[in-house]
Every structure is written in C-alpha cells, then in structure tokens.
C-alpha cells in the first residue's frame, strides 16, 4: 500500500455508524499504521531471549525466531538476515540488544520486531539465577539419586492438569500398553503463580496413594509456562517422594531442575507413559513363545526319558533270571539242533563212508581170500607131501624103541622089541638079527 493511499471503507447498509470491513482490511490499517510511525523504524530493544529456533530458508540462508522479554511483558521477534554473523549462539536466557523495526505479520495479524543485528547484554537475571540454582541442587545431590522404575506396577500417579492434553496421552497409552494397572489422577496447576504450592500439594498426596510410580508435568510449552517446573521448592518435594518418579514436561529444549532430580526423564507425557508400564502384548508374546519353548524342551525330555526308560527295561529284562533262563534254554535248543544236524550230517558221511568202505573191504577181502585159498591150498600139498602119514601110506612105516624112533640099523640090537607103525595100525616085534648096509 503507497505511504499516501487512503483506505476506503463501506458503512452498514441500515445507516449505523460503525463501518463493516474485512480482517484483511484492519490487518492492513494496523500495519499501515505502525509502518507511518517513524519511531518504530529504527529501534533498539534490549531483553532476555525465549524461545529461539532456528529455520532454514529456501535458499539456504538461516532465520531466527525468538521471544524477548523482560519481568511484565514479551515481544515476538524474527531475524532473516545476518543470522550466521551473530558474534554468539543465540540460546534462551542470554539477554542481548537486537536493532530493527516493528512490523506487522498480516496473515496472523501479529505485529513483531524484524530485527537487522543482535547483540549480547550479559546473561540474564532468570538465567543467572537458574544457574545458581541447578549448582546448588547439584552439590547437595538432588541430581545424582537414580531409582528403577517397577517393572510392573500396580498403580500409577499422575500429577498434571485435569484440563490439559497430557493427561488423556498419558490415560491411553497406559490402557493400550498395560491395562491391568490402576491409574490415579492427582489435579495441580502446572503454570502461574499457583502451580509450585498446588504440585508439592500434589506430591504429598501421592505419598499416601499406594501408587507405584509418579508421573508429573504437562504438555509442553515455552519457558514462561515451564518455570514453575524450576522452582526449588518443587524440586525437594520430588526428592522427598518415597516413590519413584518419571518427568514428563513435554519441552525437550528446556531442560528443568524437575527433570533433573526425577528419577526418570521423558521427552513427552506420552514416553513417560511407555516408560511407565511394560507393553501387555510383549509380554503376552513372550509368555506365548516361552510356553512353546517350555512344551518343545518337554517333549524333548519326555521323549530322551522314554528311550531311557526302554533301554533300562530292555537292561532288566536281560538280567532277570526269568529271561536269563528262557535265553539260555532258547541257547540250548539252538545247540542241540545243532549238535543234532552236525550229528545227522556227520553219520551220514559215515554211512556213505562205510558203504564205500565196506565195498573196498570186501573187494580187498575177496582177494586176501584168495591168496590166502592158493597159500593154504599149496600148504595142504606141502604138508599133505611132508606128512609122514602120507608117507606111511605109500608103503613105508616108523620104527621106534623104547619110545625113541630108530633112524638106522644099528641103533638096534639082536633081541631088542621094536614097535613097527605103519600107514593103518601098528605091530610089536624081536630084532632076530641086525644086518649093516653095505656100500
């Protein structure tokens, strides 16, 4: 809009006196208005940044985003050129002097300070004493105390507000992930100027609630919304909680002092939450997948005691005198049957043998007979020729005396009895004369 343009605008058609106009229309009046006040142009503004976040531009460039503020009130601001020359880091806390102009963003209808340059201006009261603070906590030991959350709780106490978003994340995700857990909810304020007392009253009431975790904080929010949350008084409250407990402040750039002496730290109510309880499906499937296991090393031992059981039946069995003796009568049966084919096999050789034998024997017999018919029949000639009978037979005769055959003629004497055999009978005579053979 040019420095001289007027605005025209429209008045009601009934004739009132206010004139009806878009918010575009006031958005522009507004900006219009600030831009025409030559004091507003150039200025210098000094207060304790809030709230910084950095953003990349679409060319590559930087833009701050930030808050100023001082004890009563707060001043929005944005720097999109000169961001990477600023001597410091720009970070919450530090109070610095930022030069620009006040304009307005029409879209939102927010007017802002667009600033050119930034300075650094000391540390900050609120920052300074923060710090103090957080050493002072340290060196007693309020950040060093660490205890474990159960594993599975039976009741939950969550201290936050009964109006916020945090509550109903944390109430839903607990009933997905666990919902056999009892939940307690403990309302406090958890900004302004009530919130410290009404959070330490919180606390003390949770002491006495059976609970087995504490979850405490809110949704997010800047660092005006937070303080309470750095507050001392607090901070030994939840050191003095006989319970442990969980921060769930929902800020993950701003860092408390609750966060800090809390046994457990979340980014979100909503980790808090899975922090809190263990997740019931896991768990059931890791039920699920031990009983398997459990089932399969069950049948695998039953089945290794039962080949036990075999072999140790089978071992009894061979050394019980029952089965003992029906083996070894099985033994001697098989023995005997042997005994009986080796017997039956050998006799049968026997039988082919003798056969065979018997008709050698007798062949070889048959032959010795023989012989022994031709030597017997030729001893018969022999004797039969050598027989003196036979001799005596053919006409000669033996003559003894006195028992003693007589060979020759004067083995005799002239009166002598002589006893005279012959082949048939014998007779008695007198040697009458003894006549010697002549040559």
């Known amino acids: 809009m040019a420095e001289n343009e ?37 200025i210098a503004v000094r207060g304790e940044l809030s709230n910084v976040k ?24 944005v720097m999109f050129e000169g ?14 002097v930022c030069e620009g102009m006040v304009t307005v963003y029409q879209k939102y209808g927010r007017y802002q300070l667009k600033c050119y340059s930034m300075s650094e201006d000391g540390a900050g009261a ?54 056999i857990v009892e939940i307690k909810v403990i309302r406090a304020a958890v900004q302004g100027e009530n919130a410290v007392p009404t959070l330490v009253k919180a606390f003390s009431e949770a002491q006495d609630s059976g609970a087995d975790v504490i979850i ?19 901070a030994r409250a939840i050191f003095a909680s006989k319970i442990p407990t969980i921060s769930a402040i929902g800020h993950n750039i701003d860092f408390t002092i609750a966060d800090r002496v809390a046994d457990k730290y979340a980014i979100t109510p909503s980790e808090a939450a899975m922090l809190a309880v263990p997740d ?29 059981v075999q072999f140790l039946l089978q071992k009894a069995k061979t050394r019980s005198p029952k089965e003992r003796i029906e083996r070894l009568s099985q033994e001697l049966l098989r023995l005997r049957e042997s005994i009986f084919a080796k017997m039956s096999s050998r ?67 002239a009166g002598d009895k002589v006893e005279i055999k012959f082949g048939c009978g014998r007779a008695a005579a007198e040697v009458t004369e003894v006549f010697e053979e002549s040559e």
């Open 216 to 234: 405490f904080g809110r949704g997010g929010g800047s660092a005006e919304d937070l303080g309470c949350f750095n507050s001392e008084t607090l």
């Open 54 to 77: 950095r953003s990349r531009g679409k060319f590559g460039s930087d833009y701050l985003y930030f808050t100023l503020k001082d004890e009563d009130c707060q001043l929005s601001a």
């Open 347 to 413: 006799l049968s050789a026997y039988e082919n043998s003798v056969k065979y034998n018997r008709k050698a024997i007798c062949e070889s017999c048959r032959a010795k007979t023989e012989r022994a018919e031709n030597e017997l029949k030729l001893c018969e000639s022999t004797i039969s020729a050598l027989n003196p009978l036979g001799v005596l037979a053919r006409g000669y005769s033996l003559t003894s005396h006195d028992g003693k055959l007589v060979r020759a003629a004067d083995e005799l004497s």
């Open 83 to 96: 961001v990477n020359q600023i001597p410091f880091e720009p970070c919450d806390g530090v109070t610095v």
């Open 6 to 42: 007027q605005i025209t605008l429209s008045f009601d058609e009934d004739g009132g006196d206010f004139a009806v106009c878009s918010v575009s229309e006031v958005n522009e009046i507004v900006a219009d208005a600030i831009a025409r006040q030559t004091e507003l142009r150039d």
């Open 126 to 179: 609120a920052a300074k004493a923060l710090e103090e603070l957080r050493k002072k906590l340290e060196s007693e030991g309020l950040f060093s105390r660490k205890r474990e959350i159960p594993a599975y709780p039976k009741k939950i106490a969550v201290i936050t507000s009964d109006t916020g978003a945090a509550v109903g994340d944390i109430i839903h995700i607990i009933r997905r992930r666990y919902p």
């Open 280 to 308: 019931i499906e896991r768990i059931l499937s890791e039920i699920r997948s031990l009983c398997g296991s459990a089932k399969r090393c069950a049948a695998a031992k039953l089945y290794d005691t039962s080949k036990d």
